[in-house]
């Protein structure tokens, strides 16, 4: 812990590892302070700006951030503070919601293939194809036997996405009971938050155990080198806040090289043919 050259402020579920959420502490802050966190916080977002630059301009990859967690969990006030840095035009917010009757009439998978970033974009899922093994079977909303086979569809899936020049991060934001209901009760209390509030809360609630046992069984089955997953202890948004930033910077920072050279190969042939046009006359050499 608290090496800077390793990824460790959020844990990274192993390829096949066998999840038990309650073995993580949501309020694990890693020795970290929140007067310390804001100079760390800083320096990963003005690193992510950059680095996002460089994934524009090279074109060669899309990233694809997943956000789930229990309601409240943070995934709005992660976007809004980790993502605020990045220069809108590279990116693309997507909130899944209970599906239309149009989605519901096509495969799980349709709405969400739709949302994937495109080359040079940062997409990032609010909620996502998970809900399809986190609340469909919390509620039995479709038959058991459909539910098992979505993982394999999740896990090919992310493997074409991958395949296709696709960096993904899966975050799941984890809370705990406790602090759930301090937040749920602020929400109530604060009038400027209770837009957000819902019954449907208090009896998802309710379900807690059900949830943390297919976010496990989600976590453990679907996290992939191509396409890992992430516990961030969650409890401290700001904490919550650094381990994605840091995650996210640690990530992308391996292909910062490949990403310049490309950058500096497409500028060199950009003043290859401004020079050649020049030449050949095309271009008015005088400014005048
Ligand atoms: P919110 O994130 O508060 O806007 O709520 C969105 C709601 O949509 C949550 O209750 C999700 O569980 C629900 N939802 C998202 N995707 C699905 C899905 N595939 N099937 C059923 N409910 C979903
Ligand atoms: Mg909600």
Not at 219 to 242: F, Q
Request: aromatic share 10%.
């Amino acid at each position: 812990m608290g090496n800077n050259n390793q990824i460790d402020y959020a844990f990274k579920v192993k390829a096949g590892e066998k999840i038990k959420l309650h073995e993580y502490d949501p309020n694990f802050t890693s020795g970290l302070k929140k007067e310390d966190a804001a100079a760390h916080f800083a320096k990963y977002s003005a690193e992510l700006e950059e680095l996002q630059e460089l994934l524009i301009a090279s074109g060669s990859h899309s990233v694809l951030v997943v956000l789930q967690g229990m309601d409240t969990s943070g995934k709005d006030g992660t976007i809004r503070h980790v993502m605020s840095t990045l220069n809108p035009q590279g990116c693309r917010v997507t909130s899944f919601k209970v599906p239309t009757a149009n989605e519901q009439a096509h495969d799980f998978l349709w709405r969400i293939h739709l949302e994937t970033p495109q080359k040079g974009v940062i997409g990032i899922f609010n909620r996502s194809h998970y809900e399809d093994v986190l609340v469909v079977p919390v509620h039995g909303l479709k038959p058991e036997e459909d539910v098992e086979r979505y993982y394999d569809h999740i896990n090919n899936f992310e493997r074409l996405l991958a395949d296709s020049g696709t960096i993904i991060l899966k975050f799941f934001l984890h809370i705990s009971k406790k602090e759930q209901l301090a937040r749920l009760k602020e929400r109530e209390l604060n009038p400027s938050k209770r837009w957000k509030m819902s019954v449907a809360d208090y009896k998802e609630r309710e379900l807690w155990d059900t949830y943390q046992r297919y976010y496990g069984e989600a976590l453990s089955r679907c996290s992939t080198s191509h396409a890992p997953w992430w516990i961030v202890p969650a409890d401290a948004k700001w904490y919550r806040n650094l381990a994605v930033a840091e995650t996210l910077v640690e990530h992308l920072r391996p292909y910062r090289d490949k990403w310049k050279k490309a950058l500096d190969e497409r500028g060199q042939a950009a003043i290859k043919e401004l020079q050649a046009a020049r030449a050949r006359g095309e271009i008015n050499n005088n400014h005048s």
